[in-house]
């Protein structure tokens, strides 16, 4: 998440792309640039394109999406089934269990400038993705079992591992491959941050305009797997609800596909022809408390907290149905779910009577809130339930660079109400909970928990599950570890949620809805 704020200009391409760098026709195209097959698709995305578009870096809802467009990993992964299949490779490796893994470049496969996808380029993100200097997101997904990676030919690399991890295969994807003569220059990790993104993917960036849209074209010179279907992309982004259902609605529809579709507007874009479809997964309202703040180090002020909340009425008033409360940290679906021995179901006479135990009175808390949509339908109830118990609660809901901002600079707070989806970066239970916890992880800085005791005997457990070659004691490891989580309520789930996505049935086919933010059009097409 570092890296949120927000930037003002057309970020600056490379000296080959600078034809391009001018911006789109028009911010609002609506897709009538072209005609038949070569008109603009216009999408609509509910989360802000202002986020670091960093592949090593970025939890942008936004970016990510783009960047798989744009990208390419050794593998790259299904988007909802996420089994990893080539992509600048020529081949997933037959042994996943192997400890050493090779892979040989697609012949012919370039970057959007023209130059040519070499093993150095490979070796260059893997690089830094493991230097123990730099940080990255990215690094938490495979610094523990990603021992190196040279390069053994001009087209050809070695990945050794740790010990055996075939969870790693589908990883692969978040390793995008980035051009080092690009991003070797002083400042270019900064302007990655910005919005730069050079790729080898079936979709080159022609344009970026942070809180506005981003643009892309076919890349003529592409000879994946993945082949571009439309000749130019813009991609809008609209954090309002209304008039993002707006966009995609009507005769004067003027996009023809959108994520984070409100749940009480979809009988009207059904009645309307359109498809709205519906993906269940890891997408949650989470409550994160900083461990710093008294009294919310006490672990039964938090606990209090979230039996207070009335989850089944958030699930139908707020949701519409479209969602669960939380009975794990893991959503119902995941292979490695099991009910927590602490379950959250909605009880004001416990949560009172922890507060009690904690010596806690006339407690007023404010809750620094993301002001995604679905999570400000769901901000009232949690209000209501509080104030119910005797705790007098502030609702402060905000943009969602605007919160994370302040958490980067390690600005006080009481408690953070955001949303999250580990799903953006796979399913693995392994890959979520580190992800969301871990002694040198983002998450654990911004809730000042790392150094508790139980923390720490926590990230030897989750140590223990990733290192542990047999799948059932691996799971079972998993699943205890996961009872601790949910007992200490740090970072926790309120409830998890059914993402839906809708789209022009009579303009698209082959679209598929993600559980987790974000749309995938690599293969989709106009009809």
């Not at 996943?96 to 040989?104: E, H, I, L, V």
């Not at 509080?386 to 809901?397: C, E, F, K, Q, S």
Request: include cysteine; proline fraction near 7%.
């Amino acid at each position: 998440m570092r890296g949120l704020g927000a930037t003002g200009a057309v970020v600056a391409l490379p000296p080959a792309l600078t034809a391009c760098s001018a911006g789109p026709e028009s911010t609002n195209e609506t897709g009538g640039g072209g005609t038949g097959k070569d008109r603009t698709l216009t999408a609509v995305i509910g989360y802000g394109n202002d986020g670091s578009w960093d592949p090593t870096q970025t939890a942008s809802a936004f970016a990510m999406a783009a960047n798989n467009h744009i990208y390419e990993g050794l593998l790259d992964t299904d988007p909802i089934t996420r089994a990893p299949y080539p992509a600048l490779a020529t081949a997933v490796p037959r042994d996943p269990s192997a400890t050493t893994w090779r892979f040989t470049l697609r012949s012919g496969a370039t970057f959007h400038d023209g130059r040519p996808v070499t093993a150095d380029d490979v070796v260059f993100v893997f690089d830094r993705i493991l230097d123990p200097g730099t940080q990255t997101l990215a690094k938490g997904f495979f610094a523990s079992w990603l021992d190196s990676v040279r390069k053994t030919g001009p087209r050809t690399v070695e990945l050794t591992l740790r010990f055996p991890f075939p969870d790693g295969l589908a990883r692969l994807t978040l390793a995008k491959v980035m051009p080092r003569h690009v991003f070797s220059r002083p400042g270019a990790w900064d302007d990655a941050v910005k919005g730069l993104a050079v790729g080898s993917g079936p979709y080159r960036q022609t344009a970026h305009h942070p809180k506005s849209n981003t643009t892309f074209e076919a890349f003529a010179a592409y000879n994946g797997p993945r082949r571009p279907a439309f000749r130019k992309m813009n991609w809008l982004t609209i954090v309002d609800a209304a008039s993002r259902v707006a966009k995609i609605s009507g005769t004067g529809a003027g996009a023809q596909i959108a994520d984070n579709i409100p749940y009480a507007n979809i009988p009207r874009l059904e009645q309307g022809g359109l498809k709205v479809a519906g993906g269940a997964g890891m997408n949650n309202l989470f409550l994160m408390f900083n461990t710093r703040h008294k009294p919310f180090d006490d672990v039964r002020v938090r606990q209090a907290l979230h039996y207070a909340i009335d989850t089944e009425k958030m699930v139908q008033v707020a949701l519409k149905g479209h969602g669960k409360p939380a009975s794990s940290f893991l959503d119902e679906a995941n292979p490695c779910h099991r009910r927590a021995r602490t379950v959250y179901d909605h009880d004001p006479a416990r949560a009172r009577a922890l507060l009690e135990a904690a010596g806690v009175t006339d407690l007023k808390v404010e809750i620094l809130a993301v002001n995604v949509s679905w999570i400000v339908d769901c901000l009232p109830t949690i209000k209501s339930s509080w104030d119910a118990i005797g705790v007098r609660t502030t609702l402060a809901p905000q943009e969602t660079t605007a919160v994370f901002t302040k958490l980067d600079q390690r600005q006080d707070y009481q408690v953070v109400a955001a949303a999250s989806n580990p799903n953006q970066f796979g399913l693995d239970a392994d890959l979520i909970m580190h992800y969301n916890y871990g002694p040198g992880n983002l998450w654990m800085q911004y809730t000042r928990w790392a150094g508790h005791p139980v923390a720490r005997q926590l990230f030897k457990d989750m140590d223990r599950a990733t290192r542990e070659p047999d799948p059932a004691r691996k799971k079972a490891i998993i699943q205890d570890y996961l009872d601790v989580v949910a007992e200490q309520a740090v970072l926790y789930p309120v409830v998890h949620n059914e993402l839906m996505t809708a789209w022009d049935p009579r303009r698209l086919s082959g679209i598929r809805a993600q559980p987790y933010p974000g749309i995938n059009l690599l293969q989709a097409k106009w009809v």
